[in-house]
């Protein structure tokens, strides 16, 4: 996925931003994330939730690459926890993902054409040219999603909002908060990218604990120099 969408990024406005969210307890989480050598920031737990904010949307995000949706089947493996991730591209894509036990059991994106232009053109058994399909793909999903997150009744008003087209006025990160809405999720999680500053309506930046490959303050701070000739961010 990133390659294509690295590809087409600079026709695009809108925000970037991605975000795990579980239920796993914080404090052993910061500590998995410490290990994984995660750059980002870890939030305060809240209405069970704990949200953990990469530094980079797009690139790698922890050891061994890792990007946030392998980070996602990393964090499921090893706490045994279902694990969303969510990320918005530009505002005009949103692309959700559920793990657990180590592998992504959902995979919902808002249009799967977003970002194909580069992508390899296939063809049908009678030779037509087969593009990626428009709009959102993985709506149906939307049943096992309510339920992953606890909240089976939300079902139906959520595949209804997945399933929708968006106007040329809205935004992925309006679906992403009505969605928030109906899975209980933080609804501050669409105004991430005020980090390191207060995320508005959300925590104080001092209730987030910043991580730089895995470590905090000055030693995270070299750390992270010293990683930037490894990790990409895109």
Do not use: K
Request: net charge negative; aromatic share 4%.
């Amino acid at each position: 996925m990133a390659s294509s969408l690295d590809g087409t990024s600079e026709r695009f406005v809108g925000l970037t931003y991605s975000a795990l969210l579980l239920r796993t307890p914080r404090a052993p989480l910061i500590e998995l994330l410490v290990e994984l050598r995660f750059s980002g920031w870890v939030g305060p737990e809240q209405d069970g939730w704990v949200v953990a904010v990469p530094e980079e949307p797009i690139g790698h995000v922890a050891a061994h690459r890792m990007r946030v949706e392998d980070l996602a089947e990393t964090v499921a493996a090893r706490t045994g926890d279902a694990v969303a991730c969510v990320l918005v591209l530009r505002d005009v894509l949103l692309r959700v993902w559920v793990a657990v036990e180590g592998r992504t059991v959902i995979d919902y994106v808002s249009d799967a054409s977003v970002g194909a232009d580069d992508e390899p053109m296939g063809l049908d058994d009678f030779g037509n040219p087969i593009g990626a399909p428009e709009g959102p793909v993985g709506a149906q999903q939307a049943g096992a999603l309510a339920r992953a997150m606890g909240v089976p009744e939300a079902a139906d008003d959520l595949r209804q909002l997945l399933a929708e087209r968006l106007g040329e006025s809205e935004s992925e990160s309006e679906r992403l908060h009505a969605a928030c809405r109906l899975l209980g999720w933080p609804e501050w999680l669409v105004s991430v990218t005020s980090l390191p500053r207060r995320v508005p309506l959300g925590p104080d930046s001092g209730a987030f604990t910043r991580l730089r490959v895995g470590r905090t303050g000055v030693g995270g701070r070299l750390a992270a120099r010293g990683a930037r000739v490894v990790r990409r961010s895109v």
